[in-house]
């Protein structure tokens, strides 16, 4: 296999159609770190959004439970992006996301906006810092925002953004409009900071944080009310990212994949995992609900088919997913 193989195989797939086989491609083959990398920040930029940070830091799973709920993050979507939404790991692991989501009072806006994280760091991690060891092609792009509406209609959000331009303009505005200090956030930051650095020697523990701070851009830094980093720091970050991705360049493609069952930092499940049990589980829920999001004819077909784990009422074709809970 040559070093643009796959790239080119991308360009010969349809970015809406493919667009599952497309993300399998990126996540797996060409960009496994730096995909984990920029969705890793696009789930930290959201504990600085009030409404999310505080909900996240009452409920203590990620202050109290960090590793785990990494784990469960990481599995969770991987196995979407590795099965599909087609019936098995990935449709279970689809469903138990939206089984967590709907146990707590989150907004439309605010699951528009984490969606939109999901869509635009990645982008902006590979083309517009300069990390990847390639950029990403319109083409590509397109495949990445189409794999996200698809998996924002199966969580039941209404108004996603159709284009990546949208749904860039929707992260900035969302930001410039919510950004603010929050204990919860605040807590949920430093236990998560906490975690990226025990993934490194005790040794090098301090350098660790100060890149891992290098890292993150103003806003965020002043939204958690963090000293901001030293120009030294920021440059060295910079260069440090920028050669990694030159002698990435240079290596071999990955013909194997690497999925995120594979990243010895998800330590939480050693025997393995079944994505249907795994998660929160909290005692109850805050908010009355009669419908599963996953339940959409789209996905099930036009009977329905909530399965075993979750009897709840599936929605009627051609009515919209309720996401109040």
Known sequence: MKRFDLRDEIHRLDPEKDCVRIM????????????????????????????????????????????????????????????????????????????????????????????????????????????????????????ITH???????????????????????????????????TDGGRAVSDATLDL???????????????????ILDDSLIEAFRYEKPSKVWRKGADIAMKLRAKVVRRMKPR??????????????????YDPSRIGTFPASCPVAHNVDPVAHQDLYGAGGDPGPAEQEQPIEAGSDPDVRA
Do not use: C
């Open 196 to 214: 990226m650095v025990s993934f490194y020697p005790e040794r090098l523990s301090g350098p660790a944080r100060k890149f891992s701070m290098a």
């Open 255 to 272: 013909e194997e994949p690497f999925w995120a069952s594979d990243n010895p930092n998800i330590r939480s499940y050693p025997n393995g």
């Open 24 to 143: 399998q491609i990126l996540q797996a083959h060409e960009f496994p770190w730096d995909m984990g990398r920029a969705l890793g920040i696009a789930l930290y930029r959201t504990y600085a959004v009030p409404s999310i940070g505080e909900l996240l830091g009452r409920t203590d799973e990620f202050t109290g439970n960090t590793q785990k709920r990494y784990d469960d993050t990481a599995l969770i979507l991987g196995d979407m992006v590795r099965h599909g939404f087609e019936p098995g790991k990935g449709r279970d692991a689809l469903r138990r996301m939206n089984q967590m989501h709907r146990s707590y009072d989150i907004s439309n806006d605010d699951y528009r906006y984490v969606l939109s994280t999901f869509v635009v760091m990645p982008v902006r991690w590979l083309n517009d810092y300069g990390y990847g060891w390639r950029s990403l092609s319109e083409h590509e792009i397109s495949g």
């Open 147 to 181: 794999y996200y509406r698809k998996l924002g209609k199966y969580m039941g959000i209404k108004d996603i953004p159709e284009t990546y331009e949208g749904f860039r303009e929707l992260l900035d505005t969302y930001e410039v409009e919510h950004f603010a200090y």
